[in-house]
């Protein structure tokens, strides 16, 4: 049975080629969507007898004084397997629209095909997007996972590790079904390496590790992946990497990367788990903390942005005075004044090693601050 919202976009999609009125009902010859939305919702007899005959009928000028509802011009059956799911009518002269008939009818049929298997797609997606979350989460596994495993044709007895990937896009705020099967038609490692969507801008690839795998070759599919995904979808991306785990161990691998991919956002990069160092302890600290942490610290600078990026300059360029003066187009005594200022502000000294920590850290919790006060 054709739906209403498909019906809705078939006539859309029809009426780009026909410059026609156009109507689809159901097998019970009731309008479910029309050029003319007045007629939606109302019987429509021609399309009846065209349901029952499975054929095409011909509305003449004379049929529309006797028949309920109708307009002349042509009805046509709709089959999907086999089976007539609706009917689709041209009005007009039927001289004049019949010779489109037959198009129209195959092309409507194939609408109704290309969006049964996208509802397909979309729902096996969701099924291995369900089971991937239940598979990550630190629990035992279960005789109905085992099967499900099974079913989906999943192998849970090869290593795992997990991959994340943020994106971003002008155009696109979700990841696409049919983005996802491109990368996983075009980028798999091995057979059974699993892509799945993971909420907003985000998507997930558990690969399954053989003695071939090495951080190069990560590092190469992954450079490999984000130049396609820009090149062609126009997606700014960075990834997140956790390291190799048993696969009852996952969920390890997955925290792993998530605390990755928290970083290479920062950074714009790809990040291993096993690169980060003080990083590992940052992200430990709690939001309260990090927040009471900033307004200890930085607060009275942060609306100065004139003296906020000339101490994330000095950071970034490891407190060289020459290249942060010369990044930041200023005289090297303008950058002594300054830091000076910042140290009468925050009352932590930039020259000073232990000062100059507190206020890296501040600016690495910096972002957890602002989204506060938004």
């Given amino acids: ?36 939305e007045s007629r939606i919702g109302s019987f429509h007899e021609g399309a009846l007898i065209c349901s029952h005959k499975q054929t095409k009928i011909i509305i003449t000028n004379k049929d529309q004084k006797i028949l309920k509802g109708v307009k002349s011009g042509i009805n046509l059956p709709v089959f999907f397997k086999q089976q007539i799911i609706g009917v689709i009518g041209i009005t007009g002269d039927p001289s004049n629209v019949s010779p489109y008939g037959e198009i ?69 705020d979700l990841m696409q079904t049919n983005i996802l099967q491109d990368i996983q038609q075009t980028f798999k490692m091995t057979a059974n390496d699993i892509f799945v969507r993971w909420g907003n801008q985000h998507f997930v690839l558990l690969h399954a590790t053989n003695k071939k795998d090495n ?31 048993f696969p009852h161990h996952v969920f390890q691998s997955f925290k792993q990367a998530e605390r990755a991919l928290i970083v290479a956002q920062k950074t714009n990069s790809i990040i291993f788990d096993d690169q980060l160092l003080l990083e590992m302890c940052l992200q430990d600290i709690k939001k309260e903390t990090r927040i009471e942490f900033v307004n200890r610290t930085i607060k009275n600078i942060i609306k100065d942005a004139e003296l906020l990026s000339t101490l994330q300059t000095f950071l970034s360029e490891n407190q060289s005075f020459k290249r942060t003066a010369q990044k930041l187009h200023i005289h090297i005594n ?15 000294n930039p020259k000073d090693l232990q000062n100059l920590t507190t206020l890296y850290l501040a600016i690495q919790f910096l972002d957890d601050y602002l989204k506060n006060v938004k």
Wanted: hydrophobic share 40%; proline share 1%; charged share 25%.
């Fill in 1 to 36: 049975m054709l739906q209403s919202l498909l019906a809705k976009n078939i006539i859309l999609e029809v009426k780009k080629c026909l410059n026609e009125d156009l109507i689809i009902t159901d097998v019970n010859g009731i309008i479910i969507a029309s050029t003319n």
């Fill in 104 to 172: 129209i009818q195959k092309m409507t049929e194939l609408l109704v095909k290309e969006s049964y298997y996208s509802e397909q797609l979309e729902r096996e997606a969701r099924t291995l997007e369900a089971f991937v979350f239940d598979w990550v989460q630190p629990k035992e596994w279960s005789e109905t996972f085992q099967n499900q495993a099974e079913l989906l044709n999943i192998d849970l007895h090869t290593d795992r590790q997990v991959i994340i990937c943020h994106y971003l896009s002008s155009t696109k």
């Fill in 215 to 245: 951080k190069g070759r990560i590092l190469h599919f992954l450079e490999q992946l984000q130049t396609y995904l820009q090149e062609k979808y126009a997606l700014s991306t960075t990834f997140g990497i956790g390291q190799t785990s």
């Fill in 334 to 348: 303008t950058l002594h004044y300054r830091l000076k200022r910042i140290e009468e502000l925050t009352k932590l």
